[in-house]
């Protein structure tokens, strides 16, 4: 059985081959043979050939470096972590895939292949989670930006929600406030003031009581939730006799959901007096689309001034005592249900329930009672 020297003596001998002693003078030395120190440096040096760094192995050094690059990259732009639960990664991956390569977004997120190509493929024409996800998200956040007084900004958004147990983080909540134009009015509170001077007018300043039909008109949208779904109400009052001239129901607060109602209310209505229509400073009220089409009628636009609810009190007290009288109290079975159960109520607002302004008379007994004396 060949005899074990220690590591010791073998480092010893190392040395002195390169402090260039001969091989005979190391042997006397260390008392270890020739032929061993021979075979120990032969090893050596085979084994540092076999270590050399080579242009092969810096170019998959490169690779694999450009390749590490890019999968923190996507670790920074997703909004969950590689330990996320699984379908919460696809759907983050998916988002990405356009702009990554699948390798590199499964790597980096620890998904396996299979997997991510199964998600795509079963959800090819039916993958709406991760858009509803957002959606539902922008409602909570809209519902919390308001109910705050438009204060918040995302971080303090995010922990509202953490509070009501909504996880999202904070760069993902920035992302949809930027969709949906929402900023802390702490932000460009001059900024608001200044450009509300110079672009948006009041021209109610709250005096609500007017002296004839169709001199101020009031809109504004309000949302209500059933059934995991959302909707969107918008109405239009006459300050004369706080009547609903016009109405409408979407899943979606849109510019389109405004002027919809407006036309109705106008075709309705056919007001012959010049006439203001006044709402707050929504982005479907802003929209061009909108304020050209109240050109078009020859209608003068007014704003709320910003961040002041007041201003618009008379519509914000209608959805009020519509949501307590109506859609609180009831448990809609259908989204048919609840359109008919809206188109009762504002039948009923309209023609027989008091309104203490008018009276007590409805706003359509006000209206008739008023053309009577004239």
């Known amino acids: 059985m060949p005899r074990r020297y220690p590591e010791e003596q073998k480092q010893q001998v190392f040395q002195m081959k390169e402090e260039t002693f001969p091989t005979v003078v190391i042997a006397g030395k260390t008392g270890i043979s020739q032929s061993t120190i021979r075979r120990w440096i032969a090893n050596g040096q085979n084994h540092i050939a076999k270590e050399r760094f080579t242009v092969s192995d810096y170019v998959n050094l490169q690779r694999r470096y450009e390749k590490l690059q890019k999968e923190i990259e996507v670790l920074h732009r997703v909004n969950c972590s590689a330990n996320a639960p699984t379908q919460e990664k696809l759907l983050e991956a998916e988002a990405l895939s356009k702009q990554y390569s699948v390798h590199v977004l499964c790597e980096a997120l620890k998904l396996p292949r299979g997997t991510f190509y199964n998600h795509i493929l079963r959800n090819k024409r039916e ?53 949906m134009g929402l900023s802390s009015i702490r932000n460009g509170a001059k900024r608001a003031y200044r450009a509300e001077q110079r672009d948006f007018k009041n021209h109610v300043q709250q005096k609500f009581d007017v002296q004839k039909p169709n001199q101020v008109w009031v809109g504004d949208t309000t949302l209500f939730r059933f059934h995991n779904r959302t909707y969107y109400i918008c109405a239009i009052l006459d300050l004369y006799s706080r009547k609903a001239v016009g109405y409408g129901l979407s899943n979606k607060n849109s510019t389109q959901l405004v002027k919809k109602t407006f036309l109705k209310a106008y075709s309705a209505r056919n007001p012959s007096t010049d006439l203001i229509f006044h709402s707050d400073r929504g982005s479907n009220f802003q929209s061009e689309t909108f304020r050209t089409c109240l050109a078009e009628h020859g209608v003068v636009q007014s704003f709320s001034k910003p961040y002041t609810p007041h201003d618009n009190a008379v519509i914000e007290s209608f959805f009020s005592n519509m949501k307590k009288e109506e859609l609180y109290r009831t448990r809609y079975r259908s989204e048919s249900a609840f359109k008919k159960a809206i188109d009762s109520y504002i039948t009923f607002y309209n023609t027989k329930r008091p309104h203490s302004t008018n009276n007590y008379l409805s706003p359509d007994e006000y209206e008739s009672r008023i053309r009577t004396i004239e």
Do not use: C, P, W
Request: aromatic share 6%; net charge positive; glycine share 6%.
């Open 127 to 179: 993958n709406t989670v991760y858009a509803k996800h957002r959606e539902e998200l922008k409602e909570k956040i809209m519902e919390i930006y308001h109910d705050n007084f438009q204060v918040l900004g995302a971080d303090k958004i995010v922990a509202v929600l953490k509070k009501n147990g909504i996880r999202a983080g904070s760069k993902t909540v920035q992302n949809l406030m930027n969709e």
